[in-house]
């Protein structure tokens, strides 16, 4: 496998008499050397939008093809891939016939004269793209599969119900990171995408910046070395698990991707993992309260690979006390957590706000994020909120909306809402 994991648990174990909600964070860390990780197998779908609306300005399609190539020249010897044209249907530009094929030097070179022919043409249905991108892995085994996903536009010619049909039936199957290019498409679209594929979303405004966009990401995915691999959480009789939410790097809510896997047991996706990551999870369990002086296995926490083997264990404890000194003491851990998923819910609600035009409402919560930034120390965050709102004071959240935001701004700060501040542990 190439790879070492550690699971830590974060929490204050003491509860006040009558408690029964349990929080803790779970941090799971991969150590492994490059090299080992480098030469795992994989498999990469890129997918291209190459509707009518890529061809203005023409600059964008050129752009994309720039940019799948640079993803194409990232993939090393060995890993299967195919590149996808997306439109109101998907059809693979490369290789011809709907299958995976092995990179070396002849078939990148014969892909990326494939890509430069293309034209665009047509409208947009992005479940379709990712049927056909599913078909691609489906017969690819042994290894971590990923697609980057590009878009300019919204998803015109699907029904969000047919849309969401197809992401219930590929999530799972496969990780894909999405990419907006411009200004005119949905950032809830994408994120909604990217969310239930376990990937990221991102806003590339700039057609001239998406060929290192791609390349990172194809990079990233080439040094994966695990894939499939599930946060198993155990609960005693009489405990269930309320939530589980990555928190870092990114916000993502597991709670309804459980599996059952056994008697009080579930499994939840995390997806694939690579050498030197590092991920935190917020899990809060609610168990039987119990008597002063009692204590109790809250959840046992197990990191489980694709062929079922525990990788790494951890244990959520909980123990009643009448100390008020330690029930009231908060994990810090815990508690920058739960402020940066509340920054990025104030964010995403006052631009919503501001697009209605409830001027009042926008400013409350776009001020409340601004003092949440502050206080979390989320120097990337403060900044795009300071493009869209003028800060008079940040310690307060006193702020005004700005008269004019530019529409790349305004889905920046969107787009990255769910990107986290890593806490300090202990």
Known sequence: MGLDFAVEVFQNEYLPEGAADVDAIVTVTTTGAAAQVVSAHAAEVVIVDTSASMAYPPSKLT????????????????????????????????????????????????????????????????????????????????????????????????????????LDEVAGRFTCDCRGVGTDWQVAELRRIAEAMLGTVDIVADPDGLAEDFRSMAAAAMGKAVADVSLRLWTPEGARVVSLKQVSPGLRDLTGRRVESGPRTGDYPTGAWGGAESRDYHLRVRVRPAGVGDRMLASRVSLVGPAGEVLGQGRVLAVWTEDSALSTRISSEVAHYTGQAELAEAIQDGLEARKSGDVGRATAKLGRAVRLAHESGNTDTAKLLA???????????????????ADADEMTLDTRSTVTKRVGKG
């Open 63 to 166: 752009a994309a093809k720039q940019a799948t190539v640079a993803a194409i020249d990232a993939l090393r010897d060995g890993v299967s891939f195919a590149v996808v044209a997306g439109t109101d249907t998907a059809r693979t530009v490369y290789p011809r016939a709907r299958k995976l094929v092995v990179a070396d030097a002849r078939t990148r070179a014969a892909a990326k004269q494939a890509v430069r022919m293309l034209r665009a043409d047509g409208g947009t249905a992005m479940g379709r793209w990712l049927t056909l991108a599913d078909e691609l892995f489906a017969g690819f085994e042994g290894g971590p599969r990923h697609a980057i996903l590009l878009t300019d536009g919204e998803n015109q010619h699907e029904s969000p119900r047919q849309l969401t049909r197809v």
């Open 387 to 405: 493009r869209v709102v003028e800060v008079e004071d940040p310690r307060t959240g006193t702020v005004k909306l700005r008269a004019r935001v």
